[in-house]
């Protein structure tokens, strides 16, 4: 699996943004079939200063939602990514 694939997108919501700032733990929305290892590599990867210290992964299921014709639409499942990067910053987070 190629290390773009691996990572899809950063998750910014409340929590995440407090994390990044008291812990300096950020959030990735990565690929279903990726493991801690890939994760790790393509971060330092693609952010070459930073060093990944710990990967946390949570498995989070698909949501069920009726639409307008009270037909069930499905939306994909997701996993979130939370690592620990002692002295180095991410720049995509940064001057949000």
């Known amino acids: 699996m190629h290390i773009y ?30 493991n801690r290892h890939q994760v790790k590599e393509a971060v330092e990867a693609v952010f070459p200063n930073v060093t990944v210290t710990n990967v946390r992964i949570v498995n989070m299921p698909a949501k069920h939602k009726r639409s307008l014709r009270r037909q069930v639409v499905r939306h994909n499942a997701e996993k979130g990514l939370r690592n620990t990067g002692p002295g180095g910053s991410i720049q995509v987070f940064e001057g949000i």
Do not use: G, M, S
């Not at 950063?10 to 279903?32: C, G, H, M, S």
């Open 5 to 34: 694939e691996v990572l899809r997108r950063p998750l910014l919501t409340e929590k995440t943004v407090r994390q990044r700032e008291l812990a300096n733990q950020y959030a990735f929305e990565i690929d279903r079939r990726a």
